[in-house]
RNA sequence: GCCGCCUUAGCUCAGUUGGUUAGAGCGCUAGUUUGUGGAACUAGAGGUCCUUGGUUCGAUCCCAAGAGGCGGUACCA
C-alpha cells in the first residue's frame, strides 16, 4: 500500500518555492545583522541533544534515534540550537568569540502532529554564543521582529512576546511554590493562558480541569490567594512594554529575583529602543514560559495573529511560530565552561502552512508547453522546444503520447503561460501558432456555447516561425508581472 | 500516553434487516471535434467494503483484537 507517516509532508512546487524564498529572506536579515552561516548534519549523537536520550523501553520517545554499528545510539536533530552548542564546545578554541551564527535546514520530532505541527519542518535560526547581557537579548527579539515582516507576516499580524525567567521564578518563589513538581504544573499552566483563558489556568493552578472529551488534568493544588497571585502575574501584560513594566512592579513583590528580573526587562526595553524596533511589534507577556529546561533568563516567542482557516473552513488557531531566548548552560553541558548564550528560531513549515491556509501562496507559472502534432516524428517540437529554452524561456516539449485536447489540459493544468504549435498547416505556411493560456481564459468566460468557443480560439494568433522567441518572451514577461 | 468519534472508488458519501454482478455525484482517461483548455453529450478505467481472528452453510455488514485517520488532552528538550 502506499502511505505516507502522518507529520512528515510531501510538498509540491508552490510550498516548496514558498518555504525556500521565506528562509532567504530570513537568512537574508540575519546576515544583514552581522551573522554567518554553519550547517552541521542532520543526526548527532545522541547524547548530545541533552537529557532526552532514547531509553531502552522507548527509544524513540520525542526524538527519532537509531543505533549505528557499534551500538550508539544516534538521533535525527529536534532542533538547530543543540547541535550548535555541539559545534561550538568543538570548535571553541578557534572561533571569534562572541560566536554569531544562523542555519536554516529540517529537524525532526517524534510526537503527534496536527494542522501546522509537523514531525519533520523547517526552521531558520540565529544565536550569540558567548556573550550575556540584555542588549544581546534585545538584539534578537529585534531582529525576530524583523524576520517575522521578512517572512511575510504584515502590520498586526505577529507579536514577540517576551518574559523572563527571573520573573516566573520570584512569583513562584512569592508563593511558597518551591517542590519541584508544583513548580513545572505551575509554569505549564500559566502557558495555557492563550488557550483556555484566565478561569481554565485558574482550575489548572486550582484543583484541576476537565477537557472536551471527559478527560481530567490534576492542578497544581494552589489556595484561592495564590491562584489569584500567579493569575495576577499572568494577566499583568498591557498595551506598551512600559505600562507592562509597571503593572509588573506591582505583583512580582521585591525581592531579590524580582529585582533582578524587572531590571532585565528594564534594560531589554532600553536596547529595544536603541534598536529602533517597533512598539507594536514587541511587548512583554507575563504568560510567556516556552519550554522548561534549557532556558535561563529572557524567553521571547513570535506569534502569528493573522485568522487562518483550513480546508473543511474551521478556523484554526496557529499561534506560536518562532521562538527564542537565553540559554546560559546549554555549552558548559560539554566543556564544563560556562558560556552565555541566546537565540531565536523561526518555525519556516509552521509559517508557510499558515500563509497557505491564509492563501498568500499564490501558483506558480509553468514552462511554455510545445504541443506535439505528429505522432510519427515529434522532431519539430522538440526543436521549438529548445530554441525557445537557448533563449531563455522554460520550456519544454509534450512528452506524452495522447491527442491535442489532453495536450491542452496538460499545458492547462501546468500552469503554462502559452503554448505553441506547429503542425502540417503552419510548417506549409512558415509559421508557428501561439496561444497565450492567461488572455484565452479570460476571453473564454465571456463565452458560452462550445461552438463558438472553438471557433473563437481565444487567445491564438499565428506568428511567422522566425518571430517564435520574440512573441512567447512577451507573454511570459506580461505573466511574470 | 490518556479520552472520544471515525474507516465502503482519487474525493465526498449512499447501501446491503448476513445471500451470488457493491452504487451515486464530483474527479480521472478518452471520444463526439485531421488540430484546441471551460460547457454539453457518450463511453471507459478505477474497490482484498482498513487488517487479522471468531461466529455462520455463507461476513463489507455481527463479535473481538489490531492498524490507520480526525478531534481533545498530556508531553513538547
Redesign the pocket.
Known sequence: ?A?K??GLPDKREGLIHAEQAMIERVTAVYRCWGFEGLDTGAVEFADA????LPDDDRPNA??FALQDDDEQWLSLR??LT?PLARFAAENWQTLPKPFRRYAAGPVW???????GRFREFLQCDADTVGAGGAHVDAEMIAMAAEAMRAAGAGDGEFTVRVNTRRLLNAVLEGIGATGETAR??IL?AL??LD??GPSGVAD?LGAG?M?????F?KGAGLSIDGVKRVLAFAEAGRATRGETLEALGTVVGTGEEASAGLAELDAITRALEAFGAPETDIVFDPSIV??????TGPVFEAVLLKQTV?DQGGVVQIGSVGGGGRYDDLVARFTGEKVPATGFSVGISRLAAAFAMAGTIGALNGPVVVLN?DRDDPSEALRLATELRNAGIRAEAYM?S?????Q??????RGAPA?V???????AKGVV?I???????AK?AA????????EA????FEAPRADLVARVRAIVEAEDE
Open positions: 500500500m502511505r507517516p502522518r541533544l541533552g537529557k532526552f520525542g526524538v529536534y532542533d543543540a520530532r517524534n510526537e503527534k502532529p496536527g494542522p513545572l504544573t505549564r502557558d495555557k488557550k483556555f489548572l480541569r477537557d472536551a472529551s471527559g478527560d488534568t516556552r519550554g522548561l529546561d534549557y532556558y483550513d502534432m506524452g495522447s491527442g491535442m485536447r489532453p491542452m489540459k496538460y499545458a492547462d493544468r503554448v504549435m506547429a503542425g502540417s498547416d503552419e510548417l501558432t496561444k497565450d493560456l492567461k488572455v484565452g481564459a473564454a463565452i458560452s456555447s462550445n461552438q463558438e468557443y472553438r480560439r481565444p487567445g491564438q
